[in-house]
């Protein structure tokens, strides 16, 4: 019977129409493992570029090359009196610990040991997007102190993206809600209080000197980084429960270098069982007997931002901070107090009402912060 090529045509169809079918099922396949199988990957770190190397400074002289290139960088360098200060060296190894999802931007990581208090322990920092853009490149940046609560060891938990700090203060610059914080993120005590024990951010006798960990050499750790102040305008404090009250204690022990704090849900007393038979240096770190002294001494002005929920501890701690603030809130010390209805002792809280409840525009306002290149 004679061949015929109608038939073997249609056969050749057929067996195209199920080649491309079986093609079409892989490759669906294949999609559906790897949205299945991308997050969890993605989870274990799979994808991540954690504990990779990272530097925050441009430079500017191999972009350019040679003497030219030095000559340049020299004349872009900011004026003598500008007030800026930039980065001092020596400079420490960052390596990423984390992305912000929204934006892109690095968390970094160094282990710093204090020339001052002798402690060694870590430090996470977070740069805002302006920080890169070159606009700004000889401009300094405000920096904020980040203080956790509880143990603050071994980790800060705000360098967690979780808690949306970082996301917050990216959007709220870019909004003119804030000024665009450099983050610094340290420990807060030097191990883990799973037996109560926490060092009230002092330098209690005997004890490491998690005061001078917290108000000098993280300060210095920054500086000798990053493009930053010269004076107390461009330094504040923020944090939550213990790490609000060790923000509000820095503030008004060294009013000279650090101007402002937003502390939430603070304790307003130090109450460190470390701090038995040391009754003299207990006071010398009480918010309370520090707000009288610098009211005696008319100044310099601090702002003090507050703010406490209404419910769970919070509801024990709001008539305490009320009256702190009510107290002392008068001559150089300025309070913007803050009630949070409905919110409770954590983070979450905490981080929505700053820009809710008007705490991070009020500091923002009587602080400095970068200027672009005209």
Same mark, same amino acid.
């Given at each position: ?117 002798? /402690? ?56 003119? @809600?804030?000024?665009? /914080? ?43 980084? /990053? ?70 001494? @008319? ?23 009320? @009256? ?12 913007? /107090? ?37």
């Amino acid at each position: 019977m004679p061949h015929s090529p109608t038939g073997t045509y249609r056969s050749h169809r057929r067996s195209r129409d199920g080649r491309a079918k079986r093609w079409a099922l892989a490759l669906v396949v294949a999609t559906a493992l790897g949205l299945i199988t991308w997050p969890v990957l993605d989870h274990f770190g799979v994808f991540s570029d954690n504990g990779e190397p990272i530097s925050f400074e441009q430079n500017q002289q191999s972009d350019q090359g040679g003497d030219s290139g030095r000559t340049a960088d020299r004349r872009a360098q900011p004026s003598a009196g500008s007030g800026v200060s930039m980065p001092t060296g020596p400079t420490a190894s960052f390596t990423i610990a984390g992305t912000v999802p929204e934006d892109g931007s690095k968390i970094a990581v160094t282990k710093l040991t204090g020339k001052k208090s002798g /402690f060694t322990g870590k430090v996470w920092v977070w740069v805002p997007p302006q920080y890169k853009d070159p606009k700004y490149a000889h401009s300094g940046f405000p920096v904020m102190i980040a203080l956790p609560g509880g143990a603050g060891y071994p980790v800060n938990y705000w360098m967690g993206t979780d808690l949306h700090l970082e996301s917050s203060i990216s959007q709220w610059s870019k909004e003119g @809600k804030s000024l665009p /914080f450099i983050l610094a993120m340290p420990v807060l005590n030097p191990h883990g209080d799973d037996d109560g024990t926490y060092w009230d951010a002092s330098d209690i006798p005997g004890q490491p000197k998690m005061g001078t960990w917290l108000t000098e050499d993280v300060p210095n750790l920054i500086k000798a980084n /990053f493009r930053t102040f010269k004076s107390r305008d461009g330094w504040a404090f923020m944090g939550s429960s213990t790490g609000g009250f060790a923000g509000l204690k820095s503030v008004l022990q060294h009013p000279d270098r650090f101007k402002a704090v937003i502390a939430s849900g603070p304790d307003v007393v130090p109450d460190s069982r470390l701090w038995a038979g040391h009754p003299a240096e207990k006071a010398a770190n009480n918010p309370d007997l520090l707000a009288e002294k610098l009211i005696q001494a @008319k100044g310099p002005q601090v702002y003090l931002a507050l703010q406490v929920g209404t419910t769970g501890s919070d509801a024990q701690t709001l008539p305490k901070v009320r @009256k702190f603030a009510n107290t002392h809130g008068k001559g150089p010390i300025k309070t913007k /107090f803050s009630v949070i209805q409905g919110g409770g002792h954590n983070a979450h809280t905490y981080v929505p009402n700053m820009v809710n409840g008007g705490l991070i525009q009020w500091i923002s306002a009587h602080m400095r912060g970068p200027v672009a290149a005209s």
